[in-house]
């Protein structure tokens, strides 16, 4: 390529440099130099524009300790659904024990709760619990509880049976105190129905 070339190439602007391109893509028929110069000229664009470009950079993720708490809903599935996933005409269960275990600490983390008379419970994990260990904790209803006197074999329903793990929520802030909020379930208990 000849000196003068090489200067007119770099003279012109990207738009020019981008149709003189096009234009010798049409034109197969040139010599092979035209070719060479659209090559060299490619190149060209594509180290300045990218060596031109500032580098991206994303503020740093700010992760904040937080504490865990705890929430889902236990039910009491119809004969005509056990042993289904589903909780069509499920109704709530009152007075169902659920279980938090993590083993984030030496001696783990162990703590149950009861659910309302909607089948809700809420739980806030010991302080020695935050949000960087939430991984290590799983969730499972223990006991349907004395209000269900026929719901008694536990379902594998959302991992019920195994213990669930937690998803993060939302954040909330309770007394003056930063909390994660984990769902788990929602659980159920099924009667011992005949088919």
Known sequence: MAFNENILLHSLSLKQRTEMGISVLKALRYPLRYLLLFNISL?????????????????????????????????????????????????????????????????????????????????????????????????????????????????QLNSGTTGARLKPSKSINIAERDYVLFSVGPFAFEPACTR
């Open 43 to 155: 190149t060209f664009i594509y180290t300045n524009e990218v060596s031109s470009a500032s580098p991206v950079t994303l503020p740093a993720a700010k992760m904040s300790r937080r504490l865990v708490a705890v929430q889902g809903m236990v039910y009491c599935k119809s004969c005509k659904y056990s042993g289904i996933d589903t909780l069509l005409e499920a109704s709530p269960l009152q007075g169902s024990t659920v279980k938090l275990a993590c083993n984030n600490t030496k001696r783990g983390v162990t703590m149950e709760t009861k659910t309302d008379k909607n089948g809700y419970f809420f739980m806030l994990a010991p302080n020695k619990l935050t949000s960087y260990a939430f991984h290590t904790c799983r969730a499972w209803p223990t006991n349907p509880g004395s209000a269900a006197a026929t719901c008694t074999v536990p379902s």
